[in-house]
């Protein structure tokens, strides 16, 4: 992680257009993109839970919605911070930024679900339902910027086609996107220890 | 199904609050404007779609407390009953006496503010299709919140309202601007049955997870 904001943040080219504002991608960027791929992580779990009854899952689902939320929180600053430079604004009622804002409040809303019941099987069961029923924002989200003309531009790496950054701002990039996923995996098991210890003491 | 419409007819509060509030909305809401400013038609859709968000919740909320408390709920599983169907029925009657007629004040009150000036089947049954759907996710946050409080089920059940919004959305404004909104209206109709039946499900195992 750290290596791919060094070369970010030091050697990569300024940007022609946004100069060195745009550097705040490599820390935007990789939040952005993790703080829904954690939400498929806890809808799996979720799923795996109602399902199969597996005892580590509620555990796994709670640890998540704490990350995610930070994460999600996170997105929504540094694309805030990177606003001020490029939009002229900290914030705008755009279809990304508020379905990402709303996913924050989803987070929000399970951590305070589960922690509303006394019963700890019944929060469990709940949590899962409310997660794997929230899935479906997930997709308007990641299509929001195709879906409608807004001021977030639309999605400049992608799996199938050519991505439309250039490869020595990509790279840096994409060592963010590894780094900062190796590092929410080892934040996960710490909070997962966590939040096991906690459920048990209980 | 005839018994659920009845009981909900009988509690006269719960039916014609909802509907009473909504008229007060649309009542309210040129009174805080210029009656004879145009902005009443541009800004009628934002409001009319706050203002049904507003009434599902407040119509769902505690919709399941009654049989919940009075162990209505927990008597039908002990003698094997479905609750899908009773939370089903009661949704169903809910949609008869609350919905319909939000859906029917709601097309008068665009026909009044010139916010629909034609296809006024098709916006009557687009309105009621979406408060279908948002009385079916209130539905799920009401039970969820069960003895917890109304506050508990809106935070976790607001942000599933997002696609019925949008959907909802598009769906006024092609029909203010008179393009062919009948695709939509199909998409809104299918959404509503779809939704409708997964919610009374999930409503239904929330219910019986409180129960146990």
């Given at each position: 992680m750290l290596l791919g904001w060094i070369v970010g943040l030091l050697f990569a080219p300024i940007d022609a257009v946004q100069g060195h504002s745009y550097r705040i991608i490599y820390l935007h960027v990789p939040m952005a993109i993790y703080s829904q791929l954690i939400y498929w992580f806890m809808a799996i779990w979720s799923f795996c839970f109602l399902i199969?009854?597996?005892?580590?899952a509620p555990s796994m689902i709670l640890s998540a919605a704490y990350i995610g939320c930070m994460v999600t929180f996170l997105a929504l600053l540094s694309g805030s911070v990177w606003g001020?430079?490029?939009?002229?604004?900290?914030?705008?009622?755009d279809a990304r930024i508020t379905s990402t804002f709303i996913l924050f409040i989803m987070y929000l809303a399970l951590l305070t679900v589960n922690n509303s019941f006394q019963n700890t099987n019944t929060a469990d069961q709940i949590t899962a339902w409310i997660a794997l029923v929230g899935v479906i924002n997930i997709p308007i989200i990641k299509k929001s910027v195709d879906w409608w003309s807004t001021l977030h531009q639309p999605a400049s790496i992608s799996l199938t086609t050519e991505s439309s950054i250039d490869l020595s701002m990509l790279i840096p990039l994409l060592i963010s996107v590894i780094g900062v996923g190796i590092f929410l995996f080892s934040l996960g098991l710490k909070v997962s220890r966590w939040v096991i210890y906690r459920r048990e003491s209980d | 199904m005839i018994t659920e419409l009845f009981k909900l007819f009988q509690r006269t509060r719960d039916w014609l609050g909802p509907i009473l509030i909504f008229t007060m909305i649309m009542i309210a809401f040129p009174l805080s404007l210029?009656?004879?400013?145009?902005?009443l038609i541009s800004s009628f859709e934002s409001v009319l779609v706050i203002s049904l968000l507003m009434i599902a919740f407040i119509s769902c909320d505690g919709i399941f407390n009654e049989d919940f408390l009075d162990g209505s709920f927990e008597m039908l599983i002990s003698e094997g009953g479905s609750l899908f169907q009773a939370v089903f029925e009661k949704l169903c009657a809910s949609f008869v006496l609350i919905s319909f007629p939000i859906a029917l004040a709601g097309l008068l009150f665009s026909i009044a503010n010139g916010?629909?000036?034609?296809?006024y089947m098709i916006a009557l049954l687009g309105i009621f299709f979406v408060n279908i759907i948002l009385n079916s996710i209130f539905a799920f946050g009401s039970a969820i919140s069960l003895n917890k409080g109304a506050i508990l089920g809106v935070i976790s059940v607001l942000p599933f309202s997002m696609p019925a919004i949008i959907l909802f959305g598009r769906f006024l404004d092609s029909i203010s601007s008179n393009i062919s909104s009948i695709n939509l209206l199909q998409l809104l109709g299918g959404t509503s049955i779809i939704t409708f039946l997964i919610f009374s499900w999930l409503c239904s195992r929330i219910i019986k997870l409180h129960i146990e």
């Open positions: 199969w009854k597996i005892k580590i001020i430079p490029t939009w002229g604004t900290w914030w705008q009622w | 210029n009656i004879y400013s145009a902005d916010a629909i000036n034609q296809n």
